[in-house]
């Protein structure tokens, strides 16, 4: 490669910024190791391994500078220290550990054996140089967003209309054909499923599976390769810079599943990989008294360690990489619980002036001690609402819950994120995501089916709040299918007309399922792959078709809180209507039978009914398995959407009483 030789010497190089940087004459190499004795800079020519030590260390940086090195240069370190798990440190000189701040992984690495010191992967040193021309972000509000959580590579695997050696690639997520579809749908931003380098568990390569979701970050720089189509010779970067340029270019926003949590390196047990040979003790929690064993909030077998600036630095930098470099639109963090559990991780990234700009979301949980902080993000953060997902269920399909709960969820649930100033929009509310259940396998489902995951149905959660609508799995009885068809749609129409932001799993508009397994994971086929040929295009036109009336009527996406405030018109912003036609009271809501009941949205500015905000809008909801008769608040109403109809959207005039289907949703306006 020209850059090195035997007797190459490293130049003193400076210890910022972290990783490695080509300035155009070289590169400079900065590693973080706080415990440390030496590191080796082993730089790749081929077959042969040049090792060049980095003779500086500044405020526990370890750092050199290869002049005519370039893009395109294969790097990893050797770490030399004590390998004493007691204290805490696991270093061991003889492995070959990837730079945590890697912008490029190459080589092939399944999780090797703990045994094994050649670890088959290292870093790449990249030329950031991309014309983005005059690319800006959509930053589409908050207000008016919705969420497409999307895999990079199930969502296009089978779509005939995108080229055969594009689909399941980042250039086939922005292919003409999937662009078409996110805006038939309407939906707003792609929320991706985990695109960093990560890698497959050892079990499952053992037993010939993987780990689809990706939920196993080895790289928070990289790019996940797989995903690579590389056409014509295009880097992995370029095709990635290339996708966020063409979605942008179409109005949709990215935001980025991000897995700072937990590593590819596990357990006690597991690889030696980067982060256990750079400095165990410092990017791991461990349990005091016990530094030879890790903490596990996560779940996987490791918790990465916040509370160490460095760490915390390693992170934020990521982040900023991925917003500034790359264009993304805003993260939605996995086990947010864990990042911010006696860390500055929250105040950090509350400061920071380029991430304030964009969307954060947090799954507001994690498996440590209070673990569950649904609500309890600060200002400028949404959550995953389960609360949402869990009552919203309940209601349609268990009866667990009754009307007091759903209208709480529909009220963008204040008792949870009205505090600290935060808006309707801090609520993130989703029937499905892509851990448990499909739409369609939620009406279709009364327990999980993962045998095929070959852990013997004990993976995936057991309390679904599914219903199969009499039958399990596939039927062909007409009475189960149109229970089927009426719930997937009364839930839809439930999602889209509640305050906060919907959030659909891609698929549920096509009517996918995955035979019933709750717990995809490892299924990487036909299973999770979006099974476009059998697509229900009445589904999916009844989806879009909701979400062209969320975007006309104002009152479905709030920005306020609903007060019960009147307007100009003597009509409040929010009346809970009874099927007697009068207001709901006191005991109504205690009611375990009441099935139905109505929400009438006015606008704020009024005028006649009509103001700039739009027509007051009457949602009429029941879940009985009968028809219920509402009398209609004073006013000539016409009906705009049935859920349960063959053509829902069909227009009619309602006067004094409207009834309402089964299990269905109607929506009207006043005229």
């Known amino acids: ?93 003889g492995r070959l550990l990837l730079d945590p701040y890697a912008r490029e992984v190459v080589g092939h690495c399944a999780s090797p054996a703990q045994d094994d010191p050649v670890v088959g992967v290292q870093a790449c040193v990249v030329d950031e140089d991309f014309d983005w021309q005059g690319d800006a972000p959509p930053a589409t509000p908050w207000a008016d967003t919705v969420l497409h959580e999307v895999h990079v590579k199930g969502v296009s695997r089978q779509h005939p209309e995108v080229p055969e050696t594009l689909r399941g690639t980042y250039a086939g997520l922005a292919s003409p054909a999937m662009i078409a579809h996110f805006q038939r749908l309407g939906v707003t ?79 006690a047990f597991g690889p030696t990989l980067s982060f256990r040979g750079i400095d165990n003790h410092s990017y791991y929690l461990l349990p005091p008294g ?65 991430l304030q700009q964009v969307k954060l979301i947090a799954e507001p949980w994690d498996m440590g001690p209070d673990g569950y902080q649904l609500g309890g993000f600060l200002p400028g953060w949404s959550e995953w609402n389960d609360r949402f997902r869990d009552d919203v269920r309940a209601f349609w399909l268990t009866g667990e819950v009754g009307a007091g709960a759903l209208a709480q969820r529909l009220s963008g649930s204040s008792e949870l994120f009205s505090k600290s100033g935060r808006a309707p929009q801090a609520s993130v509310n989703f029937i499905t995501a892509h851990d448990g ?3 369609r396998d939620l009406v279709s489902y009364q327990e999980k089916h993962n045998e095929l995951n070959g852990e013997n149905n004990r993976d995936g959660h057991g309390h679904n709040l599914s219903w199969n609508c009499g039958e399990e799995g596939e039927s062909t009885d007409p009475v189960v299918l149109e ?12 999602l889209l007309i509640a305050q906060g932001v919907p959030m659909l799993q891609a698929g549920d508009e096509l009517g996918r399922s995955q035979g019933g397994n709750n717990n995809a994971y490892c299924q990487d086929n036909e299973m999770t792959w979006l099974d476009w040929q059998h697509a229900d295009t009445e589904l999916i036109d009844f989806v879009a078709e909701l979400l062209a009336l969320r975007r006309r009527f104002p009152q479905l996406r709030q920005d306020r809180w609903l007060t019960g405030e009147t307007n100009d018109d003597g009509l409040p912003d929010a009346l809970w209507w009874h099927p007697a036609g009068r207001p709901m009271g006191g005991g109504d809501w205690q009611s375990a039978k009441l099935g139905a009941f109505g929400l009438q949205l006015a606008s704020r500015e009024a005028g006649s009914g009509k103001a700039k905000g739009g027509p007051t809008l009457l949602c009429l909801i029941n879940r009985d398995e009968i028809p219920v008769p509402f009398l209609l608040p004073p006013g000539v109403w016409k009906q705009i959407c049935d859920s349960s109809a063959k053509t829902p959207f069909t227009s009619c005039r309602r006067e004094k009483t409207s009834p309402v289907a089964a299990r269905s949703v109607q929506l009207l306006s006043l005229e």
């Open 189 to 267: 931003a792609l929320s991706l499923l985990p695109v960093h380098h990560f890698l497959d568990e050892q079990r499952l390569s053992d037993a010939g599976r993987v780990n689809y979701w990706g939920y196993n970050t080895l790289a928070f720089f990289a790019p996940e390769p797989r995903y690579a189509a590389g056409i014509e010779g295009q880097a992995l970067i370029a095709e990635f810079k290339t996708m966020i340029r063409t979605l942008h270019a179409a109005g949709l926003e990215v935001i980025l599943d991000v897995v700072f949590n937990h590593t590819a390196e596990t357990d």
């Open 290 to 354: 016990n530094l030879a064993a890790y903490e596990n909030f996560s779940g996987c077998g490791n918790t990465f360690n916040l509370t160490q600036p460095r760490v915390l630095q390693l992170v934020m930098d990521a982040l900023r990489y991925w917003v500034g470099v790359m264009h993304v639109d805003g993260f939605r963090f996995d086990l947010a619980a864990a990042l911010a559990r006696n860390s500055a991780f929250l105040a950090t990234l509350r400061q920071d002036p380029l």
């Open 437 to 439: 259940f499909t739409l």
């Open 483 to 494: 229970k089927r068809r009426r719930l997937q749609r009364a839930l839809l129409t439930t």
């Open 1 to 93: 490669m020209g850059a090195v030789s035997d007797g190459t010497v490293l130049e003193a190089g400076r210890p910022c910024p972290l990783g490695a940087s080509w300035d155009g004459r070289g590169v400079n190499f900065a590693l973080f190791s706080a415990h440390a004795e030496a590191v080796e800079l082993c730089v790749f020519d081929g077959q042969l391994i040049h090792t060049l030590p980095l003779r500086r260390c500044t405020d526990q940086v370890w750092h050199g500078y290869l002049a005519g090195a370039a893009p395109g240069l294969r790097y990893a370190y050797r770490v030399h220290g004590p390998d004493a798990p007691e204290r805490g440190q696991r270093f061991d000189s």
